[in-house]
């Protein structure tokens, strides 16, 4: 009985591939659009689990042009002020639609 707990536990402890989860299809749609915003190449081992293709992706965003529009919330940040708004009976500030460092600020004053 001791042995076959021992021989268990060093699988387990020997391989660490059970955590390693494949990339989801949003992480890979989104690498994608970066690369070819970004005319580079997204290699095929980036694509082999969440971990890669995140630190891909991380490390290559920034080389998304940025345009007069980039500064601005996303819809779902947009969406979820609103909420916060509604149920705190709150106004959301007009910049704060302008500028996401400031929605997100005003997000998080509110929650």
Excluded at 1 to 29: C, F, N, R, W
Excluded at 39 to 62: C, E, F, G, V, Y
């Amino acid at each position: 009985m001791q042995q076959l707990h021992l021989e268990e536990s060093d699988t387990a402890a020997g391989s660490h591939d059970y955590h390693v989860l494949p990339a989801t299809e949003k992480q890979i749609l989104f690498a994608q659009q970066i690369a070819k915003r970004s005319n580079i190449d997204l290699p095929d081992d980036a694509l082999a689990d969440r971990q890669r293709i995140s630190r891909w992706i991380d490390t290559h965003k920034s080389a998304v042009p940025v345009t007069r529009f980039s500064n601005y919330p996303s819809s779902k940040q947009v969406g979820f002020a609103e909420r916060i708004a509604r149920i705190k009976r709150r106004d959301i500030p007009h910049e704060c639609f302008r500028d996401r460092g400031m929605m997100s600020k005003w997000i998080d004053s509110n929650l």
